[in-house]
């Protein structure tokens, strides 16, 4: 099937399901290790996070999407945080006319501008007489994800042949930095003459990991092979309860490439409500090759680089269409 740029399309991508519920650790290390390799996406369900709580985010959401255009404006900023619309930023060179997002980083910084912390910074809050209860929901649902997160770690360690403890060090998720977009999709005003709106162009993340939470309305869409010619762009299909975890930028240079960091993008024509958590290690952890992923045989890609020092060639360097996998200065 063929979508309105001419790139042929599958129906949906089968993707690895992963049960945190399962005392089987090693078996659920094995799925993930073969799905990291795949495509760089998978499931994760028995979560820990509870469905009433996931609701109740979603809900908050819609309320902010709600408000007035005027009153959302209000937490515009500069930086790669608050309220964003058209949504353009660091990681985008186009505007995505029909997406709007709030964005929320973690821990929060005084210093808005210090390149030995990029990332971080003040967060903008909605005022709790226009929002009552909001930010201490928000700060809640940003610690269960991130708990989330070194969960996902422990197994992804031990699909790498690493101590299982190896990303709770102090130094990656010990001290991570979360960051946190609220996304809508709108309909309203759209082209009626196209069959999808582009909703986010094609990209990876340069996170670690991301975990995406959805409404079950479908949209995202990942490509194995960018450079085939034609693309084929398969179908993610929302999974009930379920997020959709894919590998990151940073992880796919930490593990010489071993595990991917798969393009992906959002077309839609129904209004949709996500949440897209980004899973970053602190400023100060070394990205290097990870010791089981390196021989003489296979030498690392990359060489070692701090996190902050990556973000901000990263920030230079956006505009010419980088990502954490080019970057090849130390």
């Known amino acids: 099937m063929a979508d309105q740029n001419g790139l042929e399309t599958k129906v949906s991508a ?109 967060n903008v809050w909605p005022s709790a007489d226009v929002l009552p209860g909001w930010k201490e929901t928000m700060l809640r649902y940003q610690q269960e994800a991130l708990n989330l997160g070194r969960k996902i770690g422990r197994i992804i360690a031990l699909a790498l042949d690493l101590d ?28 009626p003459s196209k069959e999808y709106i582009l909703g986010t162009p094609a990209h990876s993340d340069p996170s670690l990991i991301t975990l995406l939470a959805t409404d079950e309305v ?15 762009w398969e179908n993610v299909v929302p999974l009930k309860d379920a997020f959709i975890v894919n590998i990151g930028d940073m992880l796919e240079r930490m593990s010489n490439c071993v595990f991917r960091s798969t393009m992906h993008r959002v077309l839609f024509r129904q209004e949709r409500y996500t949440i897209a958590y980004f899973v970053y290690p602190s400023n100060d952890a070394m990205i290097e090759c990870f010791p089981t992923c390196k021989s003489e045989e296979k030498p690392p890609k990359y060489p070692p680089i701090k996190c902050k020092d990556l973000f901000n060639i990263i920030f230079k360097n956006v505009a010419d269409g980088k990502t954490a996998r080019d970057i090849t200065e130390a």
Not at 218 to 232: E, K, W
């Open 14 to 122: 089968a993707l690895n399901c992963i049960d945190l519920s399962d005392p089987d650790i090693q078996k659920s290390a094995a799925s993930l290790k073969q799905a990291c390799m795949d495509s760089g996406f998978f499931y994760v369900i028995n979560h820990g996070i509870s469905k009433e709580f996931m609701d109740e985010i979603f809900a908050q959401s819609k309320k902010f999407f709600e408000l007035p255009f005027d009153e959302k404006m209000k937490l515009w900023v500069e930086r790669n945080r608050g309220y964003k619309q058209p949504l353009k930023n660091q990681f985008f060179d186009q505007e995505t006319n029909q997406q709007e997002a709030y964005s929320l980083v973690g821990p929060e910084t005084e210093d808005d501008l210090d390149p030995e912390k990029p990332l971080c910074g003040p």
């Open 164 to 191: 299982v403890d190896f990303f709770g060090k102090p130094e990656i998720l010990g001290n991570a930095m979360p960051y946190v977009s609220f996304n809508h999709y709108g309909v309203q005003d759209a082209d």
């Open 218 to 232: 479908p949209g995202l869409q990942i490509c194995r092979n960018i450079h085939a010619n034609p693309r084929v």
